[in-house]
């Protein structure tokens, strides 16, 4: 298992100075993964960037968000990295030594302000847009950061954490669908290393392209 601290230069203009730790989820916080979920389906954006609305995931059980964020903590096949601004506004770079940012339960929690999945996806199946899978590979999705942290290299570190689970798994590429209007999102994958692949189709939010980024 590979988490991942903030490591990259402390941006001057981030909020309070402060840099979000990436991290993967724990199984116990089911009630953040719920959080984050809907603040991330009330963003602007939220009807071109997720195939869920508000309003389902609101009306979702308690057990709904366990049974997901044990699943994600489980990391067989999805994993859910967080960003997080650790409790009393340490820098990332201060949250811990490469091992993971907040590593013992004493620890208050931090506020989480960004989300990235992976998905294992095998070849010969199909995937929840019911697009083949050709080779074994990780697909991204649920990308969300707040608003205030955009613009700061955190959705690319984020991104590269969800890539790399993918590789420890022996994926071949990463892949992810973006919307055809979502210049923004598009922008932040060209510089996580995603390409267009020349594939798009019409998905449940409209015209989707898929962006790839080869691991061998
Ligand atoms: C998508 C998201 C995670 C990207 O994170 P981010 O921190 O904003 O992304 P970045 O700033 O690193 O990269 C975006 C790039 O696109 C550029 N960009 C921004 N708006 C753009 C536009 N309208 N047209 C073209 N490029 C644009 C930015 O300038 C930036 O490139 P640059 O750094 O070379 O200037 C974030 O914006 C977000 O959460 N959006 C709402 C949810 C969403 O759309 N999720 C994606 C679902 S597929």
């Not at 941006?11 to 603040?39: F, S």
């Not at 009306?59 to 601004?85: C, G, H, I, M």
């Not at 209007?181 to 060209?190: E, F, I, M």
Request: glycine share 12%.
């Amino acid at each position: 298992m590979t988490d991942f601290v903030a490591d990259g230069p402390v941006a001057a203009t981030a909020p309070g100075g402060v840099v979000p730790v990436v991290r993967r989820v724990r199984a116990e916080e089911w009630a953040e993964v719920r959080d984050v979920r809907l603040e991330m389906l009330r963003d602007p954006a939220a009807p071109m960037a997720f195939l869920d609305t508000y309003a389902n995931a609101a009306s979702q059980p308690d057990t709904y968000w366990q049974n997901r964020t044990t699943a994600a903590a489980a990391a067989q096949t999805v994993v859910q990295y967080v960003a997080e601004v650790p409790a009393g506004g340490r820098t990332g770079a201060d949250a811990g030594t490469g091992t993971g940012g907040r590593t013992g339960s004493a620890e208050p929690p931090g506020r989480w302000v960004g989300s990235a999945t992976g998905i294992l996806e095998q070849p010969g199946s199909e995937d929840f847009e019911g697009q083949p899978v050709e080779v074994r590979q990780v697909h991204v999705v649920g990308v969300w950061l707040h608003p205030d942290h955009r613009g700061r290299g955190v959705i690319q570190r984020m991104i590269d954490a969800v890539v790399a689970w993918g590789v420890e798994r022996g994926v071949e590429r990463a892949r992810l669908y973006v919307h055809a209007d979502n210049a923004r999102a598009q922008g932040a994958y060209r510089k996580a290393g995603f390409v267009p692949s020349g594939n798009t189709f019409i998905g449940s939010t409209g015209r989707e392209l898929e962006m790839v980024r080869a691991l061998r």
